[in-house]
Nanobody, 118 residues
Framework: QVQLVESGGGLAQAGGSLRLSCAAS????????MGWYRQYPGKQRELVAV???????NYADSVKGRFTISRDNAKNTVYLQMNSLKPEDTAIYYC????????????WGQGTRVTVSS
């Protein structure tokens, strides 16, 4: 099993910054991809950013140039540095990890709320 603990959400003003962290723990052979999704009320979760074990990244168009995803493999932790925040970034952010125990599976964090005031 894999447990994910998120931190770093909260309130920021437009133009400000926040940094999200997600630490994975438990029993697994390897962590493949690590990423962040966000969810608006009444909407499906959408991809914000993902990083592979090799360091390749992919971003939603809406956050390109403002958000940066990174990972510390030694700590099994993924980060999302969010700069130039906009009110439309207000959402619940979920950490997503693909980890291999006996098979590759998706794991989700509990979600952390980000609120950006105008």
């Amino acid at each position: 099993q894999v447990q994910l603990v998120e931190s770093g959400g909260g309130l920021a003003q437009a133009g400000g910054s926040l940094r999200l962290s997600c630490a994975a723990s438990g029993t697994f052979f390897s962590i493949n991809y690590m990423g962040w999704y966000r969810q608006y009320p009444g909407k499906q979760r959408e991809l914000v950013a993902v990083i592979t074990s090799g360091g390749s990244t992919n971003y939603a168009d809406s956050v390109k140039g403002r958000f940066t995803i990174s990972r510390d493999n030694a700590k099994n932790t993924v980060y999302l540095q969010m700069n130039s925040l906009k009110p439309e970034d207000t959402a619940i952010y979920y950490c997503n990890v693909g980890a291999t125990t006996y098979v590759l599976r998706d794991y989700w964090g509990q979600g952390t709320r980000v609120t950006v005031s105008s």
